[in-house]
Each structure stands twice: as structure tokens, then as C-alpha cells.
Nanobody, 115 residues
Framework: QVQLVESGGGLVQPGGSLRLSCAAS????????MGWYRQAPGKDRELVAA???????NYGDFVKGRFTISRDNAKKTVYLQMNSLKPEDTAVYYC?????????WGQGTQVTVSS
């Protein structure tokens, strides 16, 4: 059984920063693609950023250089550094990972950007 455990969400003022972490645990030899999605109330879940096992990255258009995704393969952990946060970034952020041709989701972590 594979589990994804997220941490790092919270309340931050506009213009502030947060760093999300997601660690994969269980019977895992290696993790393939990892990524972050978000879902705001009343909206569809959307891709924030993804990173392949080799380090290739992909970002949602709204990121515009504000967020950086990275990973530590030895720790089976993916990170999302979010800078210049805006109120419209408020959402539940979900970790996603491909392990042995199966896709897994974390439980989500709330990010609230408000003054």
C-alpha cells in the first residue's frame, strides 16, 4: 500500500510564501512522476506543477514563475515552493504520484492566502 502524506499548508498573507512537502511511503522501490494539483471551492481540480523521475517539469499557466517544484528521490518526497502568493491561490492542494503504473493521491492540504 502506497501513502502520500502532505504537509506545509496554512494561512499566509498576499505576497507571502509557503513550501509544501509530500512524502511517499509503503512498499516502493521508486516513484515515477510526482506532482501537485489544487482545487478551489466550486472549481475543477487543476494541475499546479509536475516533475518526472528525471527532473523534467511542467507548470500550470497561472504559475507564471512564482512556484518551483522539486523532488528528492532518495526520500521519495516532492516539494512545492510557492512565492508571491495571491488570494486566488487559495485552495486545497493535493499531491499526486505514479508508482508501479498506479496513480495515488494524498489527502490534501489547505492553503489560504488572505490578509
Amino acid at each position: 500500500q502506497v501513502q502520500l502524506v502532505e504537509s506545509g499548508g496554512g494561512l499566509v498573507q498576499p505576497g507571502g510564501s509557503l513550501r509544501l512537502s509530500c512524502a511517499a511511503s509503503g512498499s516502493i522501490d521508486s516513484v515515477d512522476a510526482m506532482g501537485w494539483y489544487r482545487q478551489a471551492p466550486g472549481k475543477d481540480r487543476e494541475l499546479v506543477a509536475a516533475i518526472g523521475s528525471g527532473g523534467d517539469t511542467n507548470y500550470g499557466d497561472f504559475v507564471k514563475g512564482r512556484f518551483t517544484i522539486s523532488r528528492d528521490n532518495a526520500k521519495k518526497t516532492v516539494y512545492l515552493q510557492m512565492n508571491s502568493l495571491k488570494p486566488e491561490d487559495t485552495a486545497v492542494y493535493y499531491c499526486n504520484a505514479d508508482v508501479s503504473n498506479r496513480n495515488y493521491w494524498g489527502q490534501g492540504t489547505q492553503v489560504t492566502v488572505s490578509s
